[in-house]
């Protein structure tokens, strides 16, 4: 009897140290889906812009990548435009050489990108205009035979 114990006492403990597995964690599914705006200060659009400082905030954490080759602003700036992002906020802080009555773009191209999965935030822009309202650049008009 005396070795029925020491057979069962073996059978719990394999049972009980043999349960777990030991393994890493997966991570759960991949973030596929791109950083979106939450907000920005002022608003995307806004006309009569005076600001000097833009904050576009963001669903997640950011990080700027190639922004040196992404970054577009038309029409270009006469000093550069200092922008950086931290945690969920992008921050543009911009020259005191804007034109009057005039229609800025910001192009980010692919350079927002999330932190986790660097997954980007494609053709993202933020356009404000220093007049009364934002330039189409759409041109009209009819063509006629010259005949």
């Known amino acids: 009897m005396h070795l029925y114990k020491k057979f069962a ?3 719990c403990l394999l049972s009980i140290t043999g349960c777990a597995l030991r393994v890493p964690p997966t991570g759960g599914i991949k973030d596929a889906e791109a950083p979106h705006i939450v907000s920005a200060k002022p608003a995307n ?9 833009i904050e576009i905030e963001f669903d997640e954490y950011i990080t700027l990548q190639d922004l040196n080759k992404q970054l577009v602003i038309s029409p270009p700036l006469y000093k550069d435009a200092e922008i950086d992002a931290f ?17 800025y773009t910001i192009n980010f191209g692919n350079a ?4 986790h999965e660097s997954t980007p935030a494609e053709n993202l822009k933020y356009v404000f205009s220093t007049g ?3 330039d189409s650049l ?3 008009g ?4 010259a005949q």
């Open 9 to 11: 006492v073996l059978i």
């Open 45 to 53: 659009n806004t006309v009569n812009f005076s600001s000097k400082k």
């Open 87 to 103: 945690k969920k906020t992008v921050s543009i802080q911009l020259p005191d050489s804007l034109k009057t009555n005039t229609t």
């Open 112 to 115: 927002v990108v999330d932190v």
């Open 132 to 134: 009364a309202f934002i």
């Open 138 to 140: 759409v041109c009209k």
């Open 142 to 145: 009819r063509v006629y035979d």
